[in-house]
T-cell receptor
Framework: QKEVEQNSGPLSVPEGAIASLNCTYSDRGSQSFFWYRQYSGKSPELIMSIYSNGDKEDGRFTAQLNKASQYVSLLIRDSQPSDSATYLCAVDSSYKLIFGSGTRLLVRP | SQTIHQWPATLVQPVGSPLSLECTVE??????LYWYRQAAGRGLQLLFY??????ISSEVPQNLSASRPQDRQFILSSKKLLLSDSGFYLC????????????FGDGTRLSIL
C-alpha cells in the first residue's frame, strides 16, 4: 500500500513567522510531488509542484524535495492569517495521486 | 485556459434515492478525470478515475458508479443512496500523462437524510 504521511497538526505559528510543513512517502518510484491548499469548505488548490531534488521557490512558498530520504516539505515565509488552511501533500502513482491526510496550519495575528 | 465545472454545489437527498453528479472540463482534450469523496474533517478518498472515454477504474467497491460518455464529461451515479454516502464530492482533471497535477472543481456537498 503506497502511503503519504503528514502530521495532522494543527501547526500554530505567529503572523510573520516561517511555517514548515512536512510529508513523507513510501513509493521510491514516485517522480512528481505537489502541495495543495484547502480552505475549510472549499476544494483543494494547487500551490506548488516539484519534480527534482532541491528547492523550488514561488513567492513566499518554497518546496523542498529529498528523494533519497523520501520527504517533501513546504516552507511558507512571512506567514499571514490568510494562509490558515489545510495543506495536502500529493505524490504521483501511475496516473493517480496519493494524497496525505493534510496538515492544518493556523497563523495567529 | 482550462476550466472544470461541477454541479450542483449542494444537494440534500433522502436515503434510497438515486444520485447523479456531473462534471465537465473545458479547454483541453483527452484529460484524465477523477472523482473523490471527502468526509468531514478527513482526507481525500479516490473513488473512480478515467484515462479515456468509456474507461473507468474503480478504487473502492461501494454502491457508486461512474461513467464517461464524452471526452470531457464525467458522471458519478448511485441507484440507492446510503447514509454513509454523505460527504464532499470532488471532480478533478489532469493532463493525460502520469506525472501531472490534478485540478479540482468546486465540489458538491451531499447530505443524506
Amino acid at each position: 500500500q503506497k502511503e503519504v504521511e503528514q502530521n495532522s497538526g494543527p501547526l500554530s505559528v505567529p503572523e510573520g513567522a516561517i511555517a514548515s510543513l512536512n510529508c513523507t512517502y513510501s513509493d521510491r518510484g514516485s517522480q512528481s510531488f505537489f502541495w495543495y491548499r484547502q480552505y475549510s469548505g472549499k476544494s483543494p488548490e494547487l500551490i506548488m509542484s516539484i519534480y527534482s531534488n532541491g528547492d523550488k521557490e514561488d513567492g513566499r512558498f518554497t518546496a523542498q524535495l529529498n528523494k533519497a530520504s523520501q520527504y517533501v516539505s513546504l516552507l511558507i515565509r512571512d506567514s499571514q492569517p490568510s494562509d490558515s488552511a489545510t495543506y495536502l501533500c500529493a505524490v504521483d502513482s501511475s496516473y493517480k495521486l496519493i494524497f496525505g491526510s493534510g496538515t492544518r496550519l493556523l497563523v495567529r495575528p | 485556459s482550462q476550466t472544470i465545472h461541477q454541479w450542483p454545489a449542494t444537494l440534500v437527498q433522502p436515503v434510497g434515492s438515486p444520485l447523479s453528479l456531473e462534471c465537465t472540463v473545458e479547454g483541453t482534450s483527452n484529460p484524465n478525470l477523477y472523482w473523490y469523496r471527502q468526509a468531514a474533517g478527513r482526507g481525500l478518498q479516490l473513488l473512480f478515475y478515467s484515462v479515456g472515454i468509456g474507461q473507468i477504474s474503480s478504487e473502492v467497491p461501494q454502491n457508486l458508479s461512474a461513467s464517461r460518455p464524452q471526452d470531457r464529461q464525467f458522471i458519478l451515479s448511485s441507484k440507492k443512496l446510503l447514509l454513509s454516502d454523505s460527504g464532499f464530492y470532488l471532480c478533478a482533471w489532469s493532463i493525460n500523462r502520469g506525472d501531472q497535477p490534478q485540478h479540482f472543481g468546486d465540489g458538491t456537498r451531499l447530505s443524506i437524510l
